[in-house]
């Protein structure tokens, strides 16, 4: 708490308070104990980010339940159908009224209503579903809700218990969506897992994304032990539910909530986890035994990355949803490229230093080593080293490729590196994909570029069916949003083009990465200490949400194939009717003028 004294123009003396909350919040108190202004600096401090869809509207909801409902008869099914197709009809007539009284004096209150109307807004999905409610989770422990139109907060929900994980070094707060708004009229969930400040059990907070409202209460609970690891069940219960297992320190497992623990129990034979001890640079694999009281871990394989040389700062995985359209690639020669879609890879990156009388260089040299790495048999599918190179090292983990960005001691400047799979021309696991019964090792292309701007992170763009193309998003040190084609960070990109690479339309090589003016996509507003990037599929396949943060929030929506599946704002509805119109009085007249002309040639 800071204080300012001063005199005021009566002589008397005044005071100011500037006061800081355990929550991180800053406010200024006057003399008259009114809050002057208050400043929520827990936003700089963003561990966490999820974006969740509004709930549909009334008449949509009516859908829902006419269309969700499997034990209603006939009867029943007509009246709510009845009833909603009236209320649209309700709905659009109240729509026209209003329009058509808005004309006549628009201009007199749009101006003054514009802050009340969006304050008292109804959070409803929109046509496209743009509009999103943005879930933050920040290391003070408190968890806000944004709307994603002007950045107004909605809720927020102090937990002063709930402290971050330390995870490669930084801290972490883990965010599960367990049930979105898809499954009505269940109530969408997630869950935050952090860690007691004083005795560093497990913590856990379930709530509704949309309000802020505690699922049970009271609100957070402790577990009671623990905790090592913490992963979403792919499997749904009855409730349209994902439940969260959780290994404590004595390798035993636990459910939340405990009623889907018959899911495990159930799937126990294709559930797998895996542990990395940076301490001792260790990778752990584990296995689920179910058992008649409890449910354990079973360890099954373990990877040495060798603690004296490297330290492990980061591990990537895959998008747990992610939608990969296309299996693979189309050649110049009308052959197929088909793509190594493991989804159990991740990314390992382990820094270290060593010491090289080779090189003329006075110290240890740094050199970094980045691992791909089945999550659930342990097996190492590539490995890259690169030496006299340092961090931090961003990825990006995406259907079969892979992005890492470093500082090159040797050449002085930031390059990207990119790594693609295959499997080759000839598919396997074309219906589903096992570790254990993995193809032969992919074939990996790699390539690597200059950057010649400093990026902190980077993250790629992410589409509802993943039929658009990639983009990639980078955070700048000047303050800058850059966007990136895919296709620029290609392996494949040829030093001479040949007939067949032009077929293809792949990009000539060149070692520089272009950054223009038009691919900054924040415009004249610098964003500065951008910590991370979260990107969102909207509904339209064009479109990908894009949310940047750290000390400033940056939120927007790119079209990484342009705008497709949207008619333009100028299109011309009146030249299209009127052509059809034509078409269709032309089809008329000439059918009537062909029936004619074959009565006549009958009677001749």
Same mark, same amino acid.
């Given at each position: 708490?800071?204080?300012?004294?001063?005199k005021?123009?009566?002589?008397?003396?005044?005071?100011?308070?500037?006061?800081?909350?355990?929550?991180?919040?800053?406010? &200024?108190?006057?003399?008259?104990?009114? #809050?002057?202004?208050?400043?929520?600096?827990?936003?700089?401090?963003i561990?966490?980010?999820?974006?969740?869809?509004?709930?549909?509207?009334?008449n949509? =909801?009516?859908?829902?339940d006419?269309?969700?409902?499997?034990?209603?008869? $006939?009867?029943?099914?007509?009246?709510?159908?009845f009833?909603t197709?009236?209320?649209?009809?309700k709905?659009?007539?109240?729509?026209? #009224?209003?329009? *058509?009284?808005?004309?006549?004096h628009h201009?007199?209150?749009?101006?003054?209503?514009?802050?009340?109307?969006?304050?008292?807004?109804?959070l409803?999905?929109?046509?496209?579903?743009l509009?999103?409610?943005?879930?933050?989770?920040?290391?003070?422990?408190? /968890?806000?809700?944004?709307?994603?139109?002007?950045?107004?907060?909605?809720?927020?929900?102090?937990?002063?218990?709930?402290?971050?994980?330390?995870?490669?070094?930084?801290?972490?707060?883990?965010?599960?969506?367990?049930? +979105?708004?898809?499954?009505?009229p269940h109530?969408?969930?997630?869950a935050v897992?952090?860690?007691?400040?004083e005795?560093? @059990?497990?913590l /856990?907070?379930?709530?509704?994304?949309?309000?802020?409202?505690?699922?049970?209460?009271?609100?957070?609970?402790?577990?009671?032990y623990? &905790?090592?690891?913490?992963?979403?069940?792919?499997?749904?219960?009855?409730?349209?539910?994902?439940?969260?297992?959780?290994?404590?320190t004595?390798?035993k497992?636990h459910?939340?909530?405990?009623?889907?623990?018959?899911?495990? !129990?159930?799937?126990?034979?294709?559930?797998?986890?895996?542990l990395?001890?940076?301490?001792?640079?260790?990778?752990?694999g584990?296995?689920?035994l179910?058992?008649k009281?409890?449910?354990t871990?079973?360890?099954?394989?373990?990877?040495? *990355?060798?603690?004296?040389?490297?330290?492990?700062?980061?591990i %990537?995985a895959? !998008?747990?949803?992610?939608?990969?359209?296309?299996?693979?690639?189309?050649?110049?020669?009308r052959?197929?490229?088909?793509?190594y879609?493991?989804?159990?890879l991740?990314?390992?990156?382990?820094?270290?230093?060593m010491h090289?009388?080779?090189?003329?260089?006075?110290?240890?040299?740094?050199?970094f080593?980045?691992?791909?790495?089945?999550? $659930?048999?342990?097996?190492?599918?590539?490995?890259?080293?690169?030496?006299r190179?340092?961090g931090?090292?961003? $990825?990006?983990?995406?259907?079969?490729?892979? #992005?890492?960005?470093f500082?090159?001691?040797?050449?002085?400047?930031?390059?990207?590196?990119?790594?693609?799979?295959?499997?080759?021309?000839d598919?396997n696991?074309?219906? =589903?994909?096992?570790?254990?019964? =993995?193809?032969?090792?992919?074939?990996?292309?790699?390539?690597?570029?200059i950057?010649?701007?400093?990026?902190?992170?980077?993250?790629?763009?992410? +589409?509802?069916?993943? /039929?658009?193309?990639?983009?990639?998003i980078?955070?700048?040190?000047?303050?800058?949003?850059?966007? *990136?084609?895919?296709a620029?960070?290609?392996?494949?990109?040829?030093? /001479?083009?040949?007939?067949?690479?032009?077929?293809?339309?792949? %990009?000539?090589? #060149?070692?520089e990465?272009?950054? @223009?003016?038009?691919?900054?996509?924040n415009?004249?507003?610098?964003?500065?200490?951008?910590?991370?990037? @979260?990107?969102?599929?909207?509904?339209?396949?064009?479109?990908?949400?894009?949310?940047?943060?750290?000390?400033?929030?940056?939120?927007?929506?790119?079209?990484?194939?342009?705008?497709?599946?949207?008619?333009?704002?100028?299109?011309?509805?009146?030249?299209?009717?009127?052509?059809?119109?034509?078409?269709?009085?032309?089809?008329?007249?000439?059918?009537? &003028?062909?029936?004619?002309?074959?009565?006549?040639?009958?009677?001749?």
């Open positions: 708490m800071e204080t300012l004294l001063f005021k123009r009566d002589l008397t003396i005044g005071f100011k308070m500037a006061i800081i909350s355990e929550d991180y919040s800053m406010q &200024l108190v006057q003399k008259t104990d009114k #809050i002057a202004w208050r400043r929520e600096e827990s936003l700089a401090y561990l966490s980010v999820e974006m969740f869809d509004l709930p549909v509207s009334e949509q =909801a009516k859908f829902e006419e269309f969700g409902s499997h034990k209603d008869d $006939v009867a029943t099914m007509f009246m709510k159908r009833q197709q009236f209320s649209q009809l709905t659009f007539i109240m729509q026209q #009224i209003q329009k *058509l009284q808005g004309h006549r201009h007199h209150e749009t101006d003054i209503m514009a802050e009340e109307t969006d304050d008292d807004e109804e409803m999905r929109d046509e496209f579903n509009n999103k409610l943005i879930v933050l989770v920040t290391a003070s422990g408190k /968890i806000f809700g944004l709307r994603s139109t002007k950045g107004h907060i909605e809720w927020e929900y102090f937990i002063p218990e709930l402290s971050p994980f330390t995870r490669y070094g930084k801290q972490k707060m883990l965010l599960f969506v367990q049930r +979105t708004t898809a499954h009505f109530p969408p969930q997630c897992i952090g860690k007691h400040k005795n560093g @059990h497990g /856990i907070f379930a709530f509704n994304p949309i309000n802020g409202e505690p699922v049970q209460s009271p609100g957070a609970q402790t577990l009671g623990k &905790l090592l690891q913490a992963t979403l069940i792919g499997e749904m219960d009855d409730n349209f539910l994902r439940g969260v297992l959780l290994m404590d004595d390798n497992l459910t939340y909530p405990p009623s889907c623990s018959y899911l495990v !129990r159930d799937r126990a034979s294709s559930l797998f986890m895996f990395a001890d940076v301490e001792t640079g260790l990778i752990n584990f296995r689920t179910p058992s009281g409890e449910l871990a079973e360890k099954v394989w373990t990877v040495n *990355l060798q603690k004296k040389q490297q330290t492990i700062t980061n %990537v895959k !998008r747990p949803l992610e939608h990969v359209h296309s299996q693979g690639r189309v050649l110049g020669d052959s197929v490229l088909y793509k879609l493991n989804p159990n991740v990314v390992i990156i382990a820094e270290g230093e090289d009388s080779t090189i003329s260089q006075k110290g240890p040299v740094n050199f080593n980045v691992y791909l790495m089945d999550s $659930v048999t342990g097996h190492m599918v590539f490995q890259a080293s690169h030496k190179a340092r931090p090292v961003s $990825v990006i983990h995406s259907e079969n490729w892979v #992005i890492y960005s500082f090159s001691q040797k050449s002085r400047r930031n390059e990207m590196a990119v790594l693609e799979l295959f499997e080759g021309k598919q696991n074309a219906t =589903a994909f096992s570790s254990f019964s =993995a193809p032969k090792q992919p074939l990996v292309l790699r390539q690597s570029y950057m010649p701007l400093y990026t902190s992170t980077m993250a790629t763009t992410v +589409t509802e069916k993943g /039929i658009t193309s990639k983009q990639l980078f955070a700048l040190e000047y303050g800058g949003l850059l966007s *990136l084609p895919k620029l960070l290609d392996p494949r990109r040829p030093m /001479i083009p040949s007939q067949e690479t032009m077929e293809e339309g792949t %990009v000539p090589y #060149i070692p990465l272009p950054v @223009h003016a038009e691919a900054i996509i415009y004249n507003q610098s964003l500065y200490n951008i910590k991370g990037i @979260h990107t969102s599929p909207a509904g339209l396949e064009s479109t990908s949400l894009v949310l940047a943060y750290g000390i400033d929030l940056y939120f927007t929506r790119v079209t990484p194939s342009k705008m497709f599946d949207v008619l333009k704002e100028d299109f011309d509805y009146l030249f299209i009717s009127a052509v059809l119109i034509g078409m269709f009085l032309m089809t008329f007249v000439t059918q009537k &003028l062909s029936a004619r002309k074959a009565l006549n040639r009958a009677w001749k």
